[in-house]
């Protein structure tokens, strides 16, 4: 099958996109208002985008809290979102009046960051501490801008749960992280295998230079 997105004439009983771009990491997004009322809120719209230096993003549809917080204040954390703390994480995403604690209603511990004023998820296994970099509203075609935003930061503090790490390294058969796929579908990456980049013959490396 093939069709328009301008039409979305699809024919399907919902929309397969997000099925498509699938699985998607989540952003925990911990941010605190101006106000000095903490918020939590998950984005599957969420990625790193840097390793040096470490950037993340994540796109918020529509100006939600997070992002309004965020804007402000310049600053958020990303909490890890692990099966053990999956159910909590939903709570979190119940749309709410702006200034309700979401740490207080999914029952997670709120701590402070080390360096930046932003609440974090004390449960976590791991937490991004992160500093506003830029705000983007990403446009459309037609030069206009969608609906949503995207804010980008530096990660500028790492906390990592010591349980997880095994050989030095995160072992996510303890971890077990959780993804968006489509729908109201979710996924857990607890069942991994590793693929090495392949090594390039000496003979086409010759050729290419050529």
């Not at 994480?89 to 029952?107: D, R, T, V």
């Not at 004023?117 to 004390?122: M, S």
């Not at 095994?166 to 072992?171: A, H, M, T």
Request: aromatic share 8%; with cysteine.
């Amino acid at each position: 099958m093939f069709y328009l997105t301008e039409t979305n004439r699809h024919g399907l009983s919902h929309d397969p996109f997000k099925a498509i771009v699938a699985p998607r990491p989540i952003g925990w997004i911990g941010t605190k208002g101006r106000d000095g009322s903490l918020n939590l809120g998950p984005y599957s719209f969420f990625n790193a985008v840097s390793d040096r230096p470490k950037l993340v993003m994540f796109s918020s549809s529509g100006r939600k809290h997070s992002q309004r917080n965020a804007a402000e204040t310049g600053v958020f954390t990303c909490n890890f979102v692990s099966r053990n703390l999956v159910e909590r994480m939903n709570l979190s995403s119940a749309a709410l009046p702006y200034g309700i604690n979401e740490f207080e209603l999914a029952g997670l511990t709120a701590k402070r960051g080390e360096l930046v004023d932003a609440p974090y998820v004390g449960e976590a296994f791991a937490v991004l501490e992160c500093k506003v970099t830029e705000l983007i509203e990403p446009k459309t075609l037609s030069g206009e801008p969608s609906e949503s935003v995207m804010v980008l930061g530096e990660v500028v503090g790492i906390h990592i749960d010591e349980q997880i790490i095994r050989e030095g390294r995160l072992d996510m058969s303890i971890a077990r992280p959780v993804a968006r796929m489509g729908y109201m579908d979710y996924s857990e990456g607890s069942d991994v295998f590793e693929l090495l980049r392949p090594q390039v013959p000496n003979d086409l490396i010759a050729v290419g230079k050529g």
